[in-house]
């Protein structure tokens, strides 16, 4: 189970950071993900980081603003949302798989087992 926290109201250019608790652990999984869907969207991948390496992934949209983090210790992946833009806002959902390596390729909804139910970060106006 993936439970995240976090969201809430910022500022044009501000910053927050989301969590995603792992029940079970992390190291369940190899690769956890933060997908986004904004009304009227379709979710999209965010960012991927592995077990193995702690390598990342990141879209080109998020790329030196998001940065996305592991804490084994404490079950949780993190992304830190800074320089929001007007198209950030969006439900953001947690997800991880046990065998999958994320990379440059994209991510794909369908290679994901394991979804939390979402955090909703919005703009303040």
């Known amino acids: 189970q993936l439970v995240e926290s976090g969201g809430g109201v910022v500022q044009p250019g501000g910053s927050l950071r989301l969590s995603c608790v792992v029940s079970g652990g992390t190291l369940d999984y190899h690769a956890t993900g933060w997908f986004r869907q904004a009304p009227g969207k379709e979710r999209e991948g965010v960012s991927c980081?592995?077990?193995?390496?702690?390598?990342?992934y990141y879209a080109d949209a998020v790329k030196g603003r998001f940065t996305i983090s592991r804490d084994d210790a404490k079950n949780t992946v993190y992304l830190q949302i800074s320089s929001l833009k007007p198209e950030d806002p969006a439900v953001y959902y947690c997800?991880?798989?046990?065998?999958?390596?994320?990379?440059?390729?994209?991510?794909?909804?369908?290679?994901?087992?394991?979804w939390g139910r979402g955090t909703k970060v919005t703009v303040a106006p």
């Open positions: 980081i592995n077990r193995s390496d702690g390598s990342t």
């Open positions: 997800a991880a798989v046990p065998d999958l390596y994320c990379s440059g390729d994209g991510l794909s909804e369908g290679d994901f087992v394991s």
